[in-house]
């Protein structure tokens, strides 16, 4: 039932590429259109929202964050993403225009769920983006997009976040094309180019086995504890690659928005300390690519050892780097979908190489139903 590979996990990995590819399949129109019938909200639905709230745990969260950056800039409407467990003990300000997205692979989470029926008692509008057909958070919700990932076993989350992405690019995609727009050409080409992601992903498998290397490499440290940074849509998959790490490997991993080291995070590194850098591409946003190069700079002279995860071609972060690993050009936007995913792969190798189990990890289960 592994397919062949050694874990489910890996197995799960290596589908990422299908699993995006069911996940958009159907739901771009041969205009170029985003259809999403299925989730019975009409176009005027969609056009009432004036705030969007998105909602959930763990990864399902940090494809939230990742949301956020997308939905505002393509659509200009505000979006606020918050923990569950967060938001269901405070008065968040919603009413009927908000939209509410909780996202959830299993649909069962326990704070999501309360979370979602917090948003609702104040008459905002819910749509649940999950992998399990029939699940309570899709039922309890008003609407519905279904990533189709699936089934995904192992503990730790991969081609449901990818999935995730995948599934909230094409809600914030349709919000944009939907309500007048100010980058129509640029949500054409994003559409393109997310279609062409899963063959980007595939690409990228290929050749993961210097990201492998290097996690063995990294696992024969005594003193074990890996540091991540990012900006903008790097900032989560940063948090995204901690937290693979922490579940996996039991190592102190800590994603930081990379602006933010200064502010504490950067008295935490010391000789040889292990720093992965989420590098943007440096087209395009190139201000936030010399930030991210002198943010590597600044953690190299207190002794780092960076990793950098980067566009294919980016000499500068070659330069600068100790080691590089390369991932395909994409839009900024759209990156995560190709730089978490030899996250992944690090973090499964490191926690082999200290000899965890890492499709059931110590301590977690695969959905966490009570609080
Ligand atoms: O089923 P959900 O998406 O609601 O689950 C949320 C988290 O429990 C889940 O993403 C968890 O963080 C994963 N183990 C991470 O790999």
Redo the contacts with the bound molecule.
């Keep these: 039932e592994k397919g062949g590979w050694d874990t489910f996990m890996r197995k799960e990995i290596n589908e990422q590429p299908q699993a995006v590819a069911d996940t958009l399949r159907g739901r771009i129109d041969g205009n170029g259109q985003i259809v999403l019938d299925e989730v019975r909200m009409s176009d005027q639905d969609f056009r009432d929202i004036d705030k969007v709230f998105i909602i959930?745990?763990?990864?399902?969260?940090h494809a939230g964050l990742v949301t956020k950056y997308a939905i505002e800039h393509w659509t200009r409407i505000p979006c606020e993403v918050e923990l569950s467990s967060e938001f269901r003990y405070r008065d968040p300000v919603l009413d009927r225009s908000t939209l509410v997205i909780a996202?959830?692979?299993?649909?069962?989470?326990m704070d999501?769920l309360m979370a979602l029926r917090h948003a609702k008692d104040q008459k905002a509008r819910v749509l649940s983006i999950s992998n399990t057909v029939g699940s309570t958070i899709p039922r309890e919700s008003d609407a519905v997009l279904y990533t189709r990932a699936g089934i995904e076993v192992a503990?730790?989350?991969t081609k449901?976040f990818l999935t995730q992405l995948a599934a909230c690019y094409l809600v914030g995609l349709h919000l944009a094309q939907i309500r007048g727009i100010k980058y129509a050409d640029e949500v054409s080409a994003v559409l393109s180019e997310l279609v062409a992601t899963p063959d980007k992903i595939t690409k990228l498998l290929q050749d993961m086995e210097p990201v492998r290397a290097l996690a063995r490499e990294v696992a024969t440290r005594t003193e074990q504890r890996v540091l991540f940074i990012g900006r903008h849509v790097g900032y989560p998959v940063a948090l995204e690659g901690a937290?693979?790490l922490k579940?996996l490997a039991y190592i102190h991993a800590e994603g930081f928005a990379a602006g933010e080291l200064k502010h504490g995070p950067i008295s935490l590194i010391d000789d040889g300390t292990p720093v992965i850098a989420i590098v943007p591409s440096p087209r395009g946003r190139s201000l936030l690519h010399d930030k991210i190069i002198s943010n590597i700079q600044e953690v190299k002279a207190r002794g780092a050892k960076v990793i950098a995860v980067c566009e294919e071609g980016d000499d500068i972060t070659r330069v600068h780097a100790d080691h590089v690993i390369e991932t395909p050009a994409s839009p900024t936007l759209l990156a995560p979908l190709l730089t978490a995913v030899p996250l992944q792969e690090f973090a499964a190798e490191l926690a082999t190489a200290l000899d965890k189990d890492i499709d059931q990890p110590r301590n977690?289960a695969?959905?966490?139903t009570v609080e």
């Design positions: 959930a745990c763990g990864t399902s969260y996202i959830s692979q299993s649909g069962e989470t999501t503990v730790a989350s449901a937290l693979k579940e977690l695969k959905s966490v």
